[in-house]
Each structure stands twice: as C-alpha cells, then as structure tokens.
C-alpha cells in the first residue's frame, strides 16, 4: 500500500453499489466522501478537491453527464471516470463530450475498476474492453444549455416550478420561462412529453 493514497469521491445513487465500491477501492485509494446525487456531489468536490471521482450517469437531482460538466469549473485538476450499466455508445461518447477520462461498465469493475483507475491518473484515457473507438464518433450539438438540461431533469423528476427554483436559487417564474424554452426548442407540448424526453435521453433513469 502507497504512503499516500490517491483522494477520490464516489457519487452513485444505489447503496449497495456505493458502499462495495468504497471497499473495493480501500486498499489502494482513499475515499474522501461517498454521495448519492450530481449536486451533492458538485458540492463536495469543490470543497475537497479530489484527484479522481467516480460517477454514475443516472443519478438524482443532477445527472452524471450534467455533473461532469460543472466539474470542469469547480475542481479543473479532478480527472473524472463513469462507472456505469450504459454501454450504448451514445453515453459513451456523450460522457467522454463532458469530460470523462473513462468509461467502466459495472459489470466489469470488480475486476478492471482499480486498473482503470491508475490508467486514468497516470494521465491516459480507460474505455472498457468491446467499447474502444466509441468517443471518436462524430458528437451530437446539443440542443439544451445546461441550466435548461437541469430544470428537465427535475421537471422529469416530479418537481414543481418553486420547488426548482429553491435548488437552483432562482424565481418560479424564470423556472416557467425556461420549462417553455425547452418545450419550444425540443417542440414539446407538455410535462408528459418532457418527461418522456428525459428518459429516452438517459437525464432520469428508467
């Protein structure tokens, strides 16, 4: 064991999974703090500025994908690796389009996650095996800003306008102003419809 472990933070939603991760990973890293939502975690790694996080792409309140590109912002030197179900290459190459130094799908981390790990602090990026070539496919322009992908996601999420803007720090009017932008930008009709988006594009979990 190293004198001194690398610092990480783990965000996943499931309990299980956060808490075997956080034994898997004992040995060689240490876990600094372990949340289950993208703006808990936002919150800690600005704070705690580790030297690696992982994350999930389903995640409550803030998605993985929406999270990793705050992250830039908060704590630049943090390298950032998905440890995740989704193999469709759409959320590879999107994770990769918000920052991700790796991709780990969970049915390989028990046995490649702490390899993968060392890859990407080493300064290289880590794709697990059969997935390798997929962020180089041509990106997608994305079609919402980021404050508009974070007020679907909670829309998606069940949240009333005020409730949102209590997160976000904002008016439940200006909530409505950016509901109906992203209803005219996606040519969307009603929550139903949001909500549906939200899901087909992996912003909530299924």
Known sequence: ????RPRIVIAEDHTLVREGMRQLLADDF???????????????????????????????????????????GVCPDSRLVFVTIHADPAYV???????????VLKSE???GLIAAMHEVLAGRRHLSPGLAGVERS?????????????????????RTAREIGEVLA?????VEF???SIMRVLGLRSTADLTRYALAQGIVPT
């Open 138 to 158: 041509p990106a997608v322009p994305e079609a919402l800003t980021n404050r508009q992908r974070e007020i679907l996601q909670m829309v998606a999420e069940g």
């Open 93 to 103: 190459q999107a994770a990769f389009a918000a920052g991700a130094h790796g991709y």
């Open 30 to 72: 240490e876990v600094i703090a372990a949340v289950d939502d993208g703006r808990a975690l936002l919150a800690v790694a600005e704070r705690l500025q580790p030297a690696l996080i992982l994350l999930d792409i389903s995640m409550p309140r803030l998605n993985g994908l929406d999270a990793a590109r705050q992250l830039a």
């Open 1 to 4: 064991m190293p004198a001194t």
């Open 170 to 174: 904002i008016s439940h009017k200006t």
């Open 109 to 111: 981390a028990a046995s």
């Open 178 to 180: 950016h509901k109906a």
